[in-house]
């Protein structure tokens, strides 16, 4: 199965900054089958980017997506306080599916 | 628009069988051709994918698993259900249904999910 590795594990931020995610898979994502969701406690994940780089429905353009073969990235250009949670990326490229461990987006 | 559910015991005790169910309102499951979905997260770790199921009982599941999965359909109620069973503290979790972004695709991302429900395997 295709083991995907998320950093850092945590990024500790201000409002108004940019964040940085990593998504790192043992192996190539094919065709770029990557996709990205918000998760916060007690509510539905969000999805947000689906095959790398497209925004899903009603995700703002703050969110971008990019990275294709082993490395991937998703970009929060400036956070919102809403956008603090935990951000998982997810391959489908291939049986499993698989999750990263997430990265944690928390407040300075 | 639609919505998904999760229903199930919030406690389950080791080694018995943890059933969950997923009620889908706001569509058919059996007038689309998605395969819907069961993930779970453990406490302070990913998610995983479980396995997923087509409305006519074709199913994939995560080999991690090891056959203790049985994921069925039921379209009078337009509902899908989980059973896991043989269950450990490893089992402890929360589990989500999740309905996928595109038709046809058994492995997909999946873009409405429902809020999930904690299941505890404890005695």
């Known amino acids: 199965e295709i083991v995907l590795t998320q950093s850092p594990g945590t990024l500790s931020l201000s409002p108004g900054e940019r964040a940085t995610l990593s998504c790192r898979a043992s192996q190539s994502v094919s065709n770029r089958y990557l996709a990205w969701y918000q998760l916060k406690p007690g509510q539905a994940p969000r999805l947000l980017i689906y095959g790398a780089s497209s925004r899903a429905t009603g995700i703002p353009d703050r969110f971008s997506g990019s990275g294709s073969g082993t490395d991937f990235t998703l970009t929060i250009s400036r956070l919102e306080p809403e956008d603090f949670a935990v951000y998982s990326c997810q391959q489908y490229g291939r049986s499993p599916l698989t999750f990263g461990g997430g990265t944690k987006v928390e407040i300075k | 628009q639609l919505q998904l559910q999760e229903s199930g015991p919030g406690l389950v005790k080791p080694s018995e069988t943890l059933s969950l169910t997923c009620t889908v309102s706001?569509?058919?499951?059996?007038?689309?051709?998605?395969?819907w979905g069961w993930i779970r997260q453990p406490p302070g770790k990913g998610l995983e994918w479980i396995g997923s199921v087509y409305y006519t009982g074709l199913t994939y599941d995560n080999p991690s698993l090891k056959s203790r999965v049985t994921i069925s359909v039921d379209t009078s109620k337009n509902q899908f259900s989980l059973r896991l069973n043989s269950v450990t503290a490893a089992d402890t979790a929360v589990y989500y249904c999740?309905?996928?972004?595109?038709?046809?695709?058994?492995?997909?991302?999946?873009?409405?999910w429902g809020q999930g429900t904690m299941v505890t395997v404890s005695s």
């Open positions: 999740a309905r996928p972004m595109w038709e046809l695709r058994p492995f997909p991302a999946f873009d409405i």
């Open positions: 706001g569509g058919s499951i059996s007038s689309s051709n998605y395969y």
